[in-house]
């Protein structure tokens, strides 16, 4: 066992049955945090993945400006 986990354990002991309640509430929240990290690590990691495979390249002829114009066009000629 830490040395960390050892005065925990000698702090918990020292606390009163009347507040254990409260030292219990506290640490489901902090065991539930920690699991939530991983879970929230996990998922971003595998987004990032999935940001990566999806990445492609462009034409080398690529006009963005054409394109955008193309779009409004496409969108946006009925107004005319």
């Known amino acids: 066992m830490t040395l960390i986990k050892e005065k925990a354990i000698e702090m918990i002991q020292r606390i009163?049955?009347?507040?254990?309640?409260?030292?219990?509430?506290?640490?489901k929240n902090?065991?539930?945090m920690s699991a939530n990290k991983e879970k929230d690590k996990q998922k971003a990691q595998m987004a990032l993945m999935?940001?990566?495979?999806?990445?492609k390249k462009l034409p080398?002829?690529?006009?963005?400006?054409?394109?955008?114009?193309?779009?409004?066009?496409?969108?946006?000629d009925c107004f005319n």
């Open 60 to 76: 080398e002829d690529f006009n963005p400006n054409k394109e955008l114009e193309e779009a409004r066009t496409e969108k946006y």
């Open 50 to 55: 999935d940001i990566l495979n999806m990445e």
């Open 30 to 32: 902090l065991e539930a």
């Open 16 to 27: 009163p049955d009347d507040n254990m309640l409260y030292v219990i509430n506290i640490l």
